[in-house]
């Protein structure tokens, strides 16, 4: 039996994987309630049989890997590998960034865990990209390598962020730190969503309102005015990050969006000026309107992709 476990900046979801490479006793959990990482293995593990210990464990986690020591972006959490491994007991402990996970899962997905969006066809053996707003902004590239796929993680969520209307580019000015930087997950996030409308509520002479990502979608989709301009920008500058993305890593295979905000709000953001946004590239507009964008639908697609680095199909 082994472990899997994508931990992300709010929740942690864990599963084993059996001899046949099932998905059993799949669990979430709330980051809020634990001191750490141990503490959520220690309370899953805590709840199976003996017999279930695992052989070898894959992490996802929301933040770089590089090093024994790993730290979270978005989460006061930090480990060494080493001694998780030992504390796990484990043969063997692999640990990516979250979104390096989802990149890992993009070549398993099916035609029912995806809704296109917009037209375009992807390219045989071009690069993907995924990228997708939750508590932070997760990116990454899956790349072809020789007859099989390499994935390229960063930390592209604390790219720059790039504006196209006067009431964007009013939005991220409001939020640059004291040097003056805005980070693209700074607004494309759920937090970013709040800060956004908050802005917005600000601007228009009303009272302070500080909702959760949540509640601002709930009011959107009541048809508040203001709620409905932050979703309607959040979703535009996703567009303009995402044809970014492809323009960057030559993503002819497709870009896929996932995360914890954009499934949730699927209606709305086919209706969005997301694609619009995706190919407003000037000259490259014919470039990006062939490559086709995503949603990735299934409910944990890290899960799947860490399933397939244990060496699964």
Known sequence: MDLIADIGGTHSRCALVNDKGKLIAVESFENHEFDGILEVFEHYLGRRRLSDRPTDVALAVAGPVGGDEVRMTNLPWRFSQAALEKELGANRLIVVNDFAAVAWALPTLLSDDLC??????????????????????????????????????????????????????????????????????????????????????????????????????????????????????????????????????????????????????????????????????????????AIPTYVITAPMPALLGLRKLLGYR
């Open 116 to 289: 296109k969006v917009g037209g375009g066809e992807p390219a045989a053996r071009a690069p993907l990209v995924v990228l997708g707003p939750g508590s932070g902004l997760g990116i990454a590239t899956l790349v072809p390598f020789n007859s099989n796929w390499a994935v390229v993680a960063g930390e592209g969520g604390n790219a720059s962020i790039a504006t196209s209307t006067p009431a964007e580019a009013a939005i991220v000015d409001s939020l640059r730190d004291p040097s003056g930087y805005c980070a693209a997950e700074t607004v494309l996030s759920g937090p970013g969503l709040s800060r956004i409308y908050a802005l917005m509520v600000e601007r228009a002479g009303q009272e302070a309102a500080t909702l959760l990502p949540a509640a601002i979608s709930a009011a959107a989709a009541a048809g508040e005015p203001l709620a409905v301009a932050a979703r309607n920008m959040f979703f535009g500058l996703l567009g303009g990050m995402a044809g970014d993305l492809a323009l960057t890593a030559g993503a002819r295979g497709g870009i896929y969006v996932a995360g914890g905000i954009v499934p949730r709000l699927l209606a709305a953001f086919l209706e969005s000026d997301f694609r619009e946004r995706f190919e407003a590239k000037g000259r490259y507009r014919g470039y990006l309107s």
